[in-house]
C-alpha cells in the first residue's frame, strides 16, 4: 500500500517535473523567440517589388499626335473616308527579347482652315512655315503636316517635303493615299523618333550586336549639364592667346542652350590651361611640311590634358568638356588625319560622351624673325561652329540621312528647331524611365539579397514615388503629353536615385554572422541545451509509456 | 619710314611676357617670389609665393570665364558664398627658438578658417559641404572637419581682406592636428598655379627635396582686395604660399653654405611667361650687428631694404624678367657662402627667445593641467595679445581654475571669450586679451579632466594619444623701428599679406605646438569580455532555477547506506551517541 502510494507520488512528482521542463519551453518558445526577433530586427519598410517587375518590363506605348492637313486641291482621290476622320496607326519597335516599344500615331485627317489657306498662298516654304506657326497646336510632341498640290511652287523643284523650323511640315502630294502615307510616316519619324533612337536611348538593354556605330555616343540623359570650354596653351613663350569666349558663348552658344533649358540646366564655364600638352607626339609630314595626328592615335590625346581640366566638385552633373588646342610652335601646323590618311576639314574630333577637341593652327609669322611671343586672337566663330556641331552631336541631334526629296530648314540662330527639341525628349523620357527602372530593380535585388539593410520610411516612400512617377511618365507618353511625360520622369529619376544612394542604406551592412554568434553563443548555450535535454528525455518517456501497455498484455 | 618702324619696334619690345595686350586689358595678373632667409641656426628658409589678382566680382556667380585664375577655387568662391578662405597645410613646427619669428606660420596639420559672405544663410552646411570640397581639391583629410572641432572665434581672426561687417557668426575655424601632409598634396596645389610646375619658380617645387625638410607649410589664401586706391571696386586675390626649411647645417658637413641647387637639386632658367613680375629675395641683412660676413653669388642687379617684422632688413634682389640676368650663364643658381671661418660658427649667435610654449602637465589619467607661456621679450613696451585655445570636448576645462601670472603676480585679462564644450557635439573655446608686460613671461594654466569616451570613439591607435590642436597668439607687436607705409601692389609679397594698420607695430600670429594627451585607454575586447560574463552568470543562476524546477524528487528508501556511513556509525557506537 505505501509502496503503491509511494509509486503514485512519484508519479506526480515526475509529472510536475514534464510541467515544468514544457512550461519552460514554452515561455521559451512563445516569450523568448518573439522578444528577441523584435529586438534584433532590422526595420525594413514594405517595398513595391511587384510594380517594380513590372516597370522593369518596360511596358512602352509612346503616342504622336499628327494632325495632316489637306490643302484645296491636295485631297488624294481614294480617300475611305470624307475628311475629316480619324486613324490609327501602330507599329512595333523590338528592343531585345523581352521589351519591345508599340508607337502609335495618331492621325487626324482635316482640311485647311480659312487662316492656314491664306498662310500656304506665300511665295516660299520659309514664309509659310513662318505664317503658319501661331495657327499649329503649339504642344511639345504634336506634329502638323500640310499637304500642298502637286503642282504647288511652294516647295522647290525636286523637293518632296519641306520641315520646318517648328513643328509643322509641308508636302507634296501625289501618288494616291498609300505613297502619302509612307511618306507621311517616314516624315512623323523623322520629327519624333525612330527606331534607332530609342534604341540608342535605351542601349543598356539593347543587345551589342544590334547597336549602331552612334548609339553610345550620345550623353546620358542627366537632370543638368555643365559645359566647360577650355583653351590649351601648351606653348605660352611664344604664343599669347585671346579669346573672346565671353561674346562668343552669349552669341551662339547662349541661344542654343535657352532652347534646351526644357530638357535640362545648363551651366557654362571657361578657363584657359597653360603648358597642357596632348599625350602624344605628333609625326612630321615632309611633303606638307607639318604635323600629322593619325585618327588611331586620337585616344591617347585627351588622357593628360584630364588631368589638368578640373574635377566639378561643387556639382554632380556630367561635363561636357570642349577644348581649343593651340598647338606649340615647334609642332605647328598641326592636321588631324582621318583613318584614310586624309587631313579632317575642321581638324577637330569628339570623344563620345565626354565632349571634342579642336586644334587651332598659329599662322606663322611672315618673317621668321618676327619677336616673340605672338599674339594671337582666336576667331571665334570658326570655333563656335565646330563646337556648337559637336553639341548636337553628343546630344543626338545631329541629322540622319535622309532621302534627297526632304528639305529640312536649317535651325538658324536658335541652333535647334523645334521638333529637334521634341526628339530629344522623347529620347531622353525614354531613357528616364529606363533609368528609373534598371535603378529600382537593381535596389530591390540588392535589399533582396542582403537582409541586414534597413530600408527606413524615407527611402521607402522615395521609391513608391519613383514608381508612381514612373507610372505616370509611361501612362501620358501613352496619351501622347510629353511634356508632362518628360518631367514626370525627371521626378521619377530624382526620387530613384535619392532612395538608391540614401546613406541610411549602409548603416548596419557590415554585421557579420560569426561575431552575432560569437554574441549569442554564451547566454543561447547553455539556456537551450536543459530544455532541449528534457524535452528529448519527455518524448522518450511518453514513447516508453507508449510501448509498456501492449508488454502487459 | 624708319621712324614708323623704330615705332613698332617699340611697341614689339613694349608688348612683353605677361604686360598689357594692346586692345584688350587683362584683368588677372600673377607675380610670383621666392624669399631665401638664413635662419640664425643656419637651416635656411624658402618661402615661395604666387600671387594671381583678377579684378573681377567673383562670389556673385556671374562670372564663370577664368584665365589665370583656377576654375576649382573660383567655383567654389562662388557657390558657396565664401568672403574669405585660408587652408594651410602643415607638416613639421616652426623652431621659433633656434630659427627667429616666422615669416608666415601655420599649425602643424591642417588648418582652415573661413568668413562666409553675409548673404549665406546656413553657414553650417556651407562649411560642411567646403571642406568636403576641399578635402578633394587638396587630397586632404579635411572631411574629417564637424562640430567637435569647429569654433567661431570672436577677436582671434579678423578678415585679412577688404570686409564690410566683421559678424563672428560668419566665421569658422578648425584644425586637424594629425593630418600628414605629403606629395599627394603638393601635386594639386601645384596644379593651381598658372604655370604648373613647368616653368618659372615653380620648377622648384620637387616633392622629393621638399619633403625632406624640417618644415613644410603650403597654405592658400583668398580674399577681396582694393582694386585700386580709390577702393572703389573689388579684386580677388589668390596667394598660394609655401614655406620650407632645409637644415642644409646638418646636411652640408658643419657648413652655413648653401646653393639653389643644393636645396632643390634644381636652378632656375626662367620666369613663368604669364607672371607679371617673377623675383627672387636672398636675406642679406647683417647678423650681430657685425660686418657682413656673407657673399652671394651671382652678385645681385638691386638691393631692397626693408623693415620687416620690427627689424630693418637688406635683400638682394633677382628679377627673372629683366633680360640681363640670363645672359650672362643660362641659369640662375643662387649661392651665399660665409666668409668667416668656422671658428666663428661655433659662438652662439644671440638667443632668440621662444614667444610661446606650450606643455601638459600633472600625472595620472584623471586629471592634467596646460599650461601656456608667453614671452614679451620687447625692452620697454607692454602690448596686448590674443590667445585662442581650443581644447576638444573631452578634455574638461575647469574655468575656475585659470590663471594667468606674471612676474609672480596675477594678471587679469581684459576680455575673456569662454564657450564651454558639448560633448561630442562642440569642443573648448576660450579666447582671452592678456596685457603682455615688458620684458616678462605670462604663464597661463587651466586645469582639467580626461573624459571616458565611448568605445567607438576612440582612433585606432588609442595608446598614441589625443591631439590638442596648437592654440593660436594673435598681436599687434610694437615695432622697434618706425616702418613707412608701403603701398602693397609695390612690395614684395611678403610684406603685404597681413594688413598693417600703421607704422609703429606689425601684426604676427603664432601658434603653440599642438599637445598629445594619453585618455584612459580600455581593453578594448572588455566589451565581449562583459557580454560573456553576464552570459555566464545569467546562465547559472537560470541553470540552477531550472534544475531546481524540473527534477523530481523520490522518498529515498532508508538503507544501510554506504562504507562511509558504516565506519561514521562503528565510531558513534563507540562514543555512545545514536547512530545515523
Redesign the interface.
Known sequence: MAAAA?AA??EA??A??RR??LS?AAIAVVLGLPLWWRTTETYRAALPYADIDGLGQLPFQLAVPVAVVFAPGAVPGDLPKALPFRDVQEMEISVNLRTSITSRYEMIYRSTTAQEEAALHVATAQEADAALRPLQDASLGALTMYVVPETSSLLPQGISVYVGKHRGALVRAGGGLAALRTRLRQLTQVMSFTASSIAAALSDRVPDGQLGPDARRHLKSSLGYEI?FSLLNPD??SH?V?W???DA?SRYVQPVLDKLSLVANF??????L??AVLGVTPRFDKESSSFLLSAHSLPHVINPVE??L??????LYPVLNFLLYVPERSHSPLYIQDKDGAPVSTNAFHSPRWGGIMVYNVEAPASPQA?L?L?V?VDMVRVMEVFLAQLRLLFGLSREELPPEFLLESPGSEGLADWELDRLLWAHTVENIATVSTTLTSLAQLLDKIGNIVIKDDVASEVYQAVASAQSAMARLAKGHLHSAFQASKEAVTSSERAFFDPSLLHLLYFPDDQKF??YI??F???AV??LL?LAKIVRETRQRKKEPTKMD | MAAAAAALLLL??A?G?GRA?P??ARRDALREELLLSPLPNGDVAAAFQFRTRWDADLPRGAV?????F???LG??VA??GVQELHLALTQGFWRTRTWGQPPLQAPAGAELWVWFQPTVTDVDKAWKELSN?LS??FCASLNFIDSTNTVTPTASFKPLGLANGTDHHLLRYAVLPREVVCTENLTPWK?LL???S??GLAVLLKAERLFHSSYHSQAVHIRPICRDASCLAVSWELRQTLTVVFDTFSSGQGKKDWSLFKMFSRTLT?AC??ASQSKVYVDISPKNKEKELLEVTPAPASVYEAIVQGEKRTYAVYDLLSPSLFNTSRSLNVQLKWKRPKNHLAQPATPVSSPLARYVSGYGLQTGEISTLIYNTHPYRAFPVILLETVPWYLRLYVHTLTIITKGKENKPSYIHYQPAQDRRRPHLLEMLIQLPANSVTKITIQFERALLKWTEYTPDPNHGFYVSSSVLSALVPSVIAMKAVDVEQSPLFTSLFPSSDGSSYFVRLYTEPLLVNLPTPDFSMP?NV??LT??V???C??SF??L???????EEPSRGGLAKRLANIIRKFRGVPPL
Open positions: 509511494a507520488a512519484d512528482e515526475r510536475r517535473g515544468a521542463a519552460f566647360t605660352p613663350k599669347v585671346d573672346d569666349i565671353e558663348v551651366s557654362v564655364d571657361s578657363q584657359i597653360y603648358y588631368a589638368r578640373g574635377s566639378s566638385a561643387a556639382s619677336s611671343p599674339h586672337d560569437a554574441i554564451p547566454l548555450l547553455p539556456m536543459p530544455i528534457s | 614689339l619690345a608688348a611676357p595686350v586692345g584688350r564663370s570665364h577664368y584665365r589665370l583656377p576654375k576649382a567655383r567654389l557657390a558657396l570640397i578633394g581639391i596644379k598658372p604655370c604648373g613647368k616653368a626662367d611667361p604669364l565581449y557580454i560573456c552570459c555566464t545569467v546562465a547559472v537560470y541553470g531550472y534544475n524546477l524540473t527534477r523530481t524528487f523520490h522518498v
